[in-house]
């Protein structure tokens, strides 16, 4: 019989409707039970596509013994993380804060006044490498519960106020300077692989963000070590396992220093992100690679990510059905010499080996390769080679294909929105741009209330009951103004506009600047979360302070800039520290010091001829920051198209910053050079 779970959108917490354990979803009625039972909670949180959620689920939790003594003893607590991030991390930093290390499935045992006290992540269902089973967890808890109730009171509250206690400094109200940004690059370069690209040892993630900050830093200062690092990091990951070298984008890390064997799910902001990422890396080099991976990756999350209702799913799994009924990561990836034969022919095959790195003794598990692009150099004509990739994907669409996690997040949706909207516009792909324009009109019109209070999430066209987080607001801003700036259509500035007002009441810290996670009028966890670090994909603050400072660029806006001056004072104390971890914040600081530029580009009509070449030519600028409106003069959809008349008759483009104007250009040429940072 389903429980609880039953009755929700999300498809993790789906997952688990059908499990023996009695789950409850993540409400006051859940602890108002632990405290009528008298027992603890048992809260557990994952993903969709996540694998060793996969695996404790199908170990313990559809396990009718195990089930049966959580039931008895425990209310059991199911949260998916991509719906709640706040409860995420608020608990994710108690679990890393007691034991040195985080991780998905997360596994919290709390009193019914949701205060922690013991922690882990992933048990297996028997003692395994100086782990308990999961079993003995429990039965742990439950003595301790029942035996030593004051201890476990004590050790509960004691944790409550360390974390309250964590409050660190956030810098001041000061901007980082170039002092703190040629800090950050220097960080940069001591962890940075010479020899493989990337920063770090395994595994190894795709340093999107900090990617982001090398392009603008490079832009803005000429400095060819922080270009060098971003072309050689693109091209080892677009060359690697983690990049599909069959069907576009890109897994979730690599396992190895190499980039070779991927963790092999497929999420939608890290491919929003590294889209982005190399639609940019082409706007500064003129890379055929880069033209090559930010098209493929963008063609990528509308095949297979697409809704419905025109919005992108969240993930696709890593584990799918390897044709004999097993779950198996990487199944419908991977390859062996003789899979290859069997699709290809002996002579194809052997070419098909030596060009994406098969072997006979394979690099990933049971004589199965990961494809790659290991040889520079063409292994023979790209004809040749393309009819073995349409060959090879053909075959790869008959295996049983990775469960896909469909709910719409509002947060990676901006982020697809953003890229989306860029690469159609650079490489002349209006189908991009309208699939951008299709997700950020479902989210006004299913995630946008009338107050401008976004929903996070949403699945099969009903909005989902979690208000946003300040990273939906960040990067659904993020999009809409990268979309106002392709199209030229004002009501995207428009909303961004509501959105960031909401960042300014409802997210800021009035004393410090500082921003949190959640609304002042959020539900009350055991503290407010705050985290401006990047990680994953940018934190909520770094998101906003950009967001802030490009539509306070194209408005004049002066509460947005002083916002965003203000947030990004933790730029300035974290930025020498930690570039790693806070690579759009420093972006945004490189927007930030050059600016940012703000272009307009004025003509009889948007599709006038002349019109388009200096409104592509702005879009095209790589000044870390730019913002550009386009329209028609007297235009009010943009604030900077005002007091702009066409010049002698012929479309113009206004470029100013820091209060001072150049004199308007028709040239595309000139237009070009004043914005080539």
Known sequence: MPNRLAHETSPYLLQHADNPVDWWPWS????????????????????????????????????????EYLNAHFVSVKVDREERPDVDAVYMEAVQAATGQGGWPMTVFLTPDAEPFYFGTYFPPAPRQGMPSFRQVLQGVHQAW????????????????????????YGDARTPGEEELAQALLGLTREYDPQRGGFGGAPKFPPSMVLEFLLRHHARTGAEGALQMAQDTCERMARG????????????????????????????????LLCRVYAHLWRSTGSELARRVALETADFMVRELRTNEGGFASALDADSDDGTGR????????????????????????????????????????????????????????????????????ARAERPAPGRDDKVVAAWNGLAIAALAETGAYFDRPDLVEAAVAAADLLVRLHLDEHARLTRTSRDGHAGANTGVLEDYADVAEGFLALASVTGEGVWLEFAGFLLDQVLVRFTDPESGALYDTAADAERLIRRPQD??????????????????????????????????????????????????????????????????EVAVVGPALDDEGTRTLHRTALLGTAPGAVVAAGVP????????????????????????????????????????VLSG
């Not at 009528?36 to 199908?58: E, F, I, Q």
């Not at 029942?146 to 400094?169: H, M, N, Q, T, Y």
């Not at 066409?646 to 000139?670: I, K, Q, S």
Request: some cysteine.
């Open 241 to 272: 396992g983690m990049y599909d070298q069959l069907g576009g984008g890109f897994a979730r890390y690599s396992v190895d220093r190499d980039w070779v064997v991927p963790h092999f799910e497929k999420m939608l902001y890290d491919n929003a």
């Open 28 to 67: 006051s009625e859940a602890f108002e039970e632990a405290r009528k039972r008298n027992v603890p909670v048992l809260l557990s949180v994952g993903y969709s596509s996540c694998h060793w959620c996969h695996v404790m689920a199908h170990e313990s939790f559809e396990d009718e013994e195990t089930a």
């Open 327 to 394: 779950h198996v990561e990487g199944a419908y990836y991977v390859w062996t010499p003789a899979q290859l034969r069997e699709v290809l022919g002996e002579e194809d095959a052997e070419l098909a080996a030596r060009h994406f790195g098969v072997t006979e003794e394979g690099t990933f598990e049971e004589g199965a390769s990961v494809l790659q692009l290991p040889v520079r150099d063409g292994v023979s004509d790209a004809e040749k080679i393309a009819s073995i990739s349409e060959r090879l994907l053909a």
């Open 634 to 673: 007297g235009s009010a959809e943009f604030p900077l198209l005002a007091d702009r008349p066409l010049v002698g008759g012929e479309p113009a483009a206004y470029v100013c910053r820091n209060f001072t104007c150049d004199a308007p250009t028709t040239e595309p040429d000139r237009l070009r050079t």
């Open 146 to 169: 029942e035996e030593r109730r004051e201890e476990v009171a004590e050790v509960a509250g004691k944790i409550v106020r360390d974390l309250a206690g964590r409050e660190i400094s």
């Open 532 to 597: 401006p670090t990047d990680n994953a994909a940018p934190s909520g603050w770094t998101a906003a302070a950009n967001a802030l400072l490009s539509y306070a660029a194209h408005t004049g806006s002066e509460p947005h800039r002083t916002a965003a001056e203000r947030a990004l004072g933790v730029v300035k104390a974290l930025g020498p520290r930690v570039p790693r971890f806070i690579g759009w914040g420093l972006a945004a600081a490189e927007a930030l010091l050059d600016g940012p530029r």
